[in-house]
């Protein structure tokens, strides 16, 4: 819902000599009204800025995880981090839609076309930061180009970096990735420390995915 905003209002008209007192009134009238504007958008945007997803989501389909990691029911693959984990949290609580490749789009297209329109639709992209999303320089180092890409060509789109699993030491890594890391804000996966929906980890990614006028989601909602 838009906010309610006022026309900032002009200077007092010079009928003759106007009083120190009056102009600073209406500097600070005028300086009220241009805050609301500013401010507006960020309530509005999220239903009015023609997108259909809050966030899309890009991550490795390949576990990173040794065989002993994956007998810890507190260590999950990126898979099963970005496909239920995150809808189970973002979405089901916190009332967040988000766009998954293998969830939400027809199969049968061409991979680069979908993904752009994707990202385009999306107001954040989340990137899952693990060894193989590194490792598969194709397709997942693509949707990172794009989602920087869209970052830069219009302010509405915003990336954010989850290290979900420790990363090579940053002189091999790639170019793209080396940059990304430097100006992207990143929030690091602690495993079980991590988990609960409380934690630093969840607080810090609503934090940077966009505003919403009803965050929480009451359990009604879903039954």
């Given at each position: ?7 900032p209002q002009s200077?007092p ?14 500097a ?16 509005a ?12 989501v ?13 007998s ?9 981090f ?5 809808p ?13 490749f ?49 970052m ?17 030491d ?8 080396k ?8 929030i ?14 969840w ?21």
């Open positions: 819902m838009a906010v309610a905003t006022e026309e200077f008209a010079a009928a003759g000599v106007v009083s120190p007192s009056a102009i600073v009134e209406a600070v009238r005028a300086a009220i009204a241009w805050a609301a504007i500013a401010e507006a958008p960020s309530v945007v999220i239903q009015k800025d023609g997108k259909e997803f809050d966030a899309f890009s991550y490795a389909n390949t576990s990173s995880l040794g065989e002993d990691d994956e810890n029911s507190y260590i999950i693959t990126e898979e099963k970005a496909l239920e984990l995150l189970n949290v973002l979405e089901k609580q916190h009332g967040y839609k988000l766009c998954l293998e969830r939400d789009i027809l199969p049968g297209g061409v991979y680069t076309e979908d993904v752009i329109s994707c990202i385009k639709r999306s107001r954040r992209v989340i990137i899952v930061l693990s060894p193989n999303y590194i490792a598969r320089n194709d397709s997942r180092i693509f949707e990172l180009q794009t989602g920087v890409s869209s830069l060509d219009n302010y509405k789109t915003k990336v954010i970096l989850i290290k979900f699993h420790s990363l090579p940053r002189v091999d890594l790639p170019e793209n990735v940059k990304a890391i430097t100006v992207l804000p990143e690091t996966w602690k495993g079980k420390k991590s988990f609960p929906p409380s934690s630093n980890f607080k810090m990614l609503r934090y940077h995915m966009p505003v919403k006028k009803n965050n929480i989601v009451t359990s009604q909602s879903f039954n």
